[in-house]
Structures are given as structure tokens and as C-alpha cells.
T-cell receptor, first 114, second 108 residues
Framework: NAGVTQTPKFQVLKTGQSMTLQCAQD?????MYWYRQDPGMGLRLIYY???????DKGEVPNGYNVSRLNKREFSLRLESAAPSQTSVYFC?????????????FGPGTRLTVT | AQRVTQPEKLLSVFKGAPVELKCNYS??????LFWYVQYSRQRLQLLLR??SRESIKGFTADLNKGETSFHLKKPFAQEEDSAMYYC??????????FGKGTRLSVIA
């Protein structure tokens, strides 16, 4: 099992450009999450999908959109990137909704917006 | 609303010294608490779950409902313990809530 995979690993964008971060899991998990990690801010939830076909906003959803393509895949889209979106983005998944058995994380995408 | 507080951004200890990473939470129900660890430039990994009452890599954590705390402890720190540690809370059917993290630095 590969667990949770993310692409790309690194990306540099110019202000105003768009891009999609891809995430996939092969553990048959129901719930998937997107976080951003910034120094001193910890992990902040952007969006999550409790099950296939549903998505909900997290703590910091502005400037992002998500798509739960199927049970395995959950993508994060930046329509018009801003320097404030420079961050490390982590995807995670878990069997249940609340993460009671613990979340499994991807390796992260390091995004720089200039 | 659920909240997780890790009061220390950085904790430096000498190798062989005891370690205690503090975590306090606010939640009116019965929470599930977790510790995650992130080694340099790696993904977050689950370290401990309070319901498992286990010891991983020498670390233990006890849920104290009276003090609403879930501190992470290790009697003798090792250099390889240097990492970022996150405390997290699970409640009902909502996503995990994470603290801001504590960076542990073990000095040789």
C-alpha cells in the first residue's frame, strides 16, 4: 500500500496563476482532508470530505475549492494564487469521519507564490 | 467549540533528560486525544492515541479529564526525538482539531 500520495511535491506559482493539488489514498478510507501548515500556526483545516460526494469548509477555505472525484481522490484547487497561500499543503485520510482511529497524512506539497 | 492548546512553541532539553510536552484541551464531552510527530521535512505520523494506553518510542501520555490535559512524556530524551509534535482532539463526527505544535530540540 502506498498510503496517501500527493502531487506535485514542489510548485512555484506567480500571483494570479491557478493550479490543482492532487491527493489519492489506497486504504479505502471514507474521509479525506486538506490542511495547510504555516510556521507558528500549526495545521489548519482548509476543506474536508466526510464521504464520497460530500465536501465541507474547514477553518480557512477562502481562495480554495475542492473536488472529491471518487472515494480514492480528493483535489484542492487554487483559482487565483496569492502570496498568502505560500505554505505546505498536506492531504490526510481516515476511515471514519472524526478521525478517531487517527489520520494518515501524505508527504506534503510545498507551494511558493511569488 | 473544541480547542487544543500547546503552550510551548519550542522546548529544548539535553540528551538523557526527561521530556514533557504539554497539551491542554477544551471540550465539554468525552474527547479522544492523539499525539502526532513530524520529523524534519517528513509527513505527520500518528504517535499515540489515548484510548490505546500504549508506549511508543518510549513516549507515554495520560488523559487527565480533571485538568483537561494530555501531556506527552519520555523519561530520557534521545537526539532522534527532535521533531515537531502536535496534540489533536477528536469529538463526535467532526474533523480532528490540532494544536499549534511544539518543536522539541534534544541537545547532545
Amino acid at each position: 500500500n502506498a498510503g496517501v500520495t500527493q502531487t506535485p511535491k514542489f510548485q512555484v506559482l506567480k500571483t494570479g496563476q491557478s493550479m490543482t493539488l492532487q491527493c489519492a489514498q489506497d486504504m479505502n478510507h471514507n474521509s479525506m482532508y486538506w490542511y495547510r501548515q504555516d510556521p507558528g500556526m500549526g495545521l489548519r483545516l482548509i476543506y474536508y470530505s466526510a464521504s464520497e460526494g460530500t465536501t465541507d469548509k474547514g477553518e480557512v477555505p477562502n481562495g480554495y475549492n475542492v473536488s472529491r472525484l471518487n472515494k480514492r481522490e480528493f483535489s484542492l484547487r487554487l483559482e487565483s494564487a496569492a502570496p498568502s497561500q505560500t505554505s505546505v499543503y498536506f492531504c490526510a485520510s481516515t476511515r471514519g469521519t472524526s478521525g478517531g482511529r487517527g489520520q494518515y497524512f501524505g508527504p506534503g506539497t510545498r507551494l511558493t507564490v511569488t | 467549540a473544541q480547542r487544543v492548546t500547546q503552550p510551548e512553541k519550542l522546548l529544548s532539553v539535553f540528551k538523557g533528560a526527561p521530556v514533557e510536552l504539554k497539551c491542554n484541551y477544551s471540550y465539554s464531552g468525552s474527547p479522544e486525544l492523539f499525539w502526532y510527530v513530524q520529523y524534519s521535512r517528513q509527513r505527520l505520523q500518528l504517535l499515540l492515541r489515548h484510548i490505546s494506553r500504549e508506549s511508543i518510542k518510549g513516549f507515554t501520555a495520560d488523559l487527565n479529564k480533571g485538568e483537561t490535559s494530555f501531556h506527552l512524556k519520555k523519561p530520557f530524551a534521545q537526539e532522534e526525538d527532535s521533531a515537531m509534535y502536535y496534540c489533536a482532539l477528536s469529538s463526535g463526527n467532526t474533523p480532528l482539531v490540532f494544536g499549534k505544535g511544539t518543536r522539541l530540540s534534544v541537545i547532545a
